[in-house]
């Protein structure tokens, strides 16, 4: 069964420092997400990507986030300065917009950061 | 915003069947009802979703009144492995694209 993953699992960073996390989507899909999650916390919507563009954004994903897809296979989300409040799972998921009603997101494992 | 409203936690044994009410009164017309399953450490997992009436598939079904304003996921015969955090949530037709709006979700726990 095809599934999204994520690189690193685990990464530590000092604060100011730029950190890249790393989304491969399922192949075919069309429909491309960030979230990410406090410890303790809810999931928490960031950015979705569709069509090489970001269709749509929360307030958490200020100028200090951005998002890319490099090729066909990648999608990243990029920190340019990591603040202590940025320690979360960040989650990427992937949708294939096959539904005329709505999409089922796949999940990747997360990437954990953590800022000291 | 998409507010749901869902029990904190529940607790169930193994073999018993287990219903997750959620309440959603500001659903439209174009929303469907979604089900998510988050495992510790885990991104969230798609369940079910449904319009109206009854969804069934192999994990769990799905009833919903006719007002809509609010849903039942049921969970049959509920073993360990279903220990997780359960998330109704709600959105509208827009064919794909759409953001997910997660609440605090249901802490179920299933024991011996």
Same mark, same amino acid.
């Given at each position: 069964e095809p599934e999204v993953t994520q690189t690193p699992s685990h990464q530590v960073t000092q604060m100011g420092q730029e950190v890249i996390l790393r989304c491969v989507p399922i192949? %075919? =899909?069309?429909y491309f997400y960030w979230y990410r999650q406090i410890l303790g916390q809810k999931v928490e919507f960031l950015v979705s990507f569709y069509n090489n563009e970001i269709s749509e954004k929360s307030?958490?994903?200020?100028?200090q986030f951005s998002v890319e897809r490099p090729d066909g296979s990648n999608f990243t989300l990029k920190i340019r300065s990591t603040k202590l409040e940025d320690s979360a799972m960040y989650f990427c998921a992937s949708g294939g /917009?096959? #539904?005329?009603? +709505?999409d089922e997101q796949f999940f990747g494992p997360g990437t954990r950061l953590t800022v000291l | 915003l998409a507010k749901t409203t869902q029990p904190i936690s529940m607790d169930s044994y193994e073999g018993q069947e287990v219903n997750i009410t959620c309440s =959603? %009164? %500001?659903?439209? !017309?174009n929303d469907y009802i979604t089900w998510y399953q988050q495992f510790p450490s885990q991104g969230p997992r798609f369940i079910i979703q449904g319009y109206k009436t009854k969804v069934t598939n192999e994990v769990a079904s799905l009833f919903i009144p006719a007002d809509r304003k609010s849903s039942t996921l049921s969970l049959p #015969?509920? &073993?360990? &492995?279903? !220990?997780a955090v359960y998330y109704c949530l709600y959105g509208g037709l827009? /064919?794909? +694209?759409n953001k997910l709006t997660f609440g605090t979700g249901t802490q179920l726990k299933v024991e011996l």
């Amino acid at each position: 069964e095809p599934e999204v993953t994520q690189t690193p699992s685990h990464q530590v960073t000092q604060m100011g420092q730029e950190v890249i996390l790393r989304c491969v989507p399922i192949s %075919n =899909h069309l429909y491309f997400y960030w979230y990410r999650q406090i410890l303790g916390q809810k999931v928490e919507f960031l950015v979705s990507f569709y069509n090489n563009e970001i269709s749509e954004k929360s307030e958490i994903f200020d100028d200090q986030f951005s998002v890319e897809r490099p090729d066909g296979s990648n999608f990243t989300l990029k920190i340019r300065s990591t603040k202590l409040e940025d320690s979360a799972m960040y989650f990427c998921a992937s949708g294939g /917009g096959e #539904r005329d009603w +709505g999409d089922e997101q796949f999940f990747g494992p997360g990437t954990r950061l953590t800022v000291l | 915003l998409a507010k749901t409203t869902q029990p904190i936690s529940m607790d169930s044994y193994e073999g018993q069947e287990v219903n997750i009410t959620c309440s =959603h %009164n %500001n659903i439209a !017309t174009n929303d469907y009802i979604t089900w998510y399953q988050q495992f510790p450490s885990q991104g969230p997992r798609f369940i079910i979703q449904g319009y109206k009436t009854k969804v069934t598939n192999e994990v769990a079904s799905l009833f919903i009144p006719a007002d809509r304003k609010s849903s039942t996921l049921s969970l049959p #015969r509920v &073993s360990l &492995s279903d !220990t997780a955090v359960y998330y109704c949530l709600y959105g509208g037709l827009t /064919g794909g +694209g759409n953001k997910l709006t997660f609440g605090t979700g249901t802490q179920l726990k299933v024991e011996l």
